[in-house]
Nanobody, 116 residues
Framework: QVQLVESGGGLVQPGGSLRLSCQVSGNVFSISFMGWYRQAPGKERELVAD???NYADSVKGRFTISRDNAKNTVYLQMNSLKPDDTATYYC??????????????WGQGTLVTVSS
């Protein structure tokens, strides 16, 4: 069973930084997509960044996605945080398992609150 575990969220002041981590466990044969989404209260879930280095316009120049294959982990470095970045951040993976089953996995989410 493939699981994603996010960490790194918390309370930060405007202008501050956080780094989110998403660790992948389980038998993944191939990954076709992996990215970070966020969902603020009362709003739809939106794509923030993916491992192809596509970014939402609202985070370009402030957020950076990276991966460490040795640790099976994807990171989201968030700088110059704004109150509008407040949301629950989710990691998503799509691909194939070792037995050829399609994967579409979400993490449990990690809350980021930007407030003074």
């Amino acid at each position: 069973q493939v699981q994603l575990v996010e960490s790194g969220g918390g309370l930060v002041q405007p202008g501050g930084s956080l780094r989110l981590s998403c660790q992948v466990s389980g038998n993944v044969f191939s990954i076709s997509f992996m990215g970070w989404y966020r969902q603020a209260p009362g709003k739809e879930r939106e794509l923030v960044a993916d491992i192809s280095r596509n970014y939402a316009d609202s985070v370009k120049g402030r957020f950076t996605i990276s991966r460490d294959n040795a640790k099976n982990t994807v990171y989201l470095q968030m700088n110059s945080l704004k109150p509008d970045d407040t949301a629950t951040y989710y990691c998503n993976l799509q691909g194939l398992s070792v037995i050829g089953a399609r994967l579409a996995v979400w993490g449990q989410g990690t809350l980021v609150t930007v407030s003074s």
